[in-house]
């Protein structure tokens, strides 16, 4: 079993469909949404979820043209105070070219001598009050969950360990979560150390969460693991696949 979770697009699923009844597996319909939450961007992983359901695919497709414009508008600043060019140099340092963050623009930026480095950068550059400042348009964690289970779906935090949240944050995101009708963690995944395994179990325990494992792959040589080859979940885990 299989599931497809490309970050917030559904088009890869027909051909995925297709490859996993070719190799005899069974394929879970999923997708990653990008969510702010309290100032963090969260990765939210839907599964077995209905890929046509208008809501979540006109969701979707908000949040693409939304990264987009608020990358193109970045870029329009700066231009605005004689640094031109700065979009397609944000570009280069995008692993996926629709995905351009400020942190690409914060590495473009030092490579064009505009600051020593990327803090420099955000001192001078793209935070409020700042040249080059757009506001994040990311849906809420609300929103997401809302278009996950209005198609049907599972909504699961994705590689959780790779937050910057304190305990008692963490606790506020995790009962947000379980109240808004979120099913399951990420316990083992390609972006967790061996002990964030165990850390997370606990948690999931705590908060009565199903566990899933995720090995992040991006595309031959740029995962952390390769596809199904992530360990085991840790003993005490109910997995999310029960569920499919
Ligand atoms: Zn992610």
Known sequence: MLALTDHDELKGLPAAREAAAHWGLRLIDGVEISVLWEEVTLHIVGLALDPQQTALVEGLAAVRTGREQRAQRIAQSLDAIGIPGTLEGARRYAKNPELVSRAHFARYLVEAGQAPDTN???RRFLTPGKPGFVPHQWPTLAEALGWIHGAGGIAVIAHPGRYDLGAAQ?????????????????VVTGSHAPDEFVTWARHARRFGLLASAGSDFH???????DIGSVPALPAGCEPVWTLF
């Open 120 to 122: 420099a950068v955000f």
């Open 170 to 186: 963490c606790d506020r995101l995790l009962e947000e979560f379980v109240a808004l009708g979120g099913r399951a963690v990420e």
């Open 219 to 225: 595309g031959p040589g740029e995962g952390y693991r």
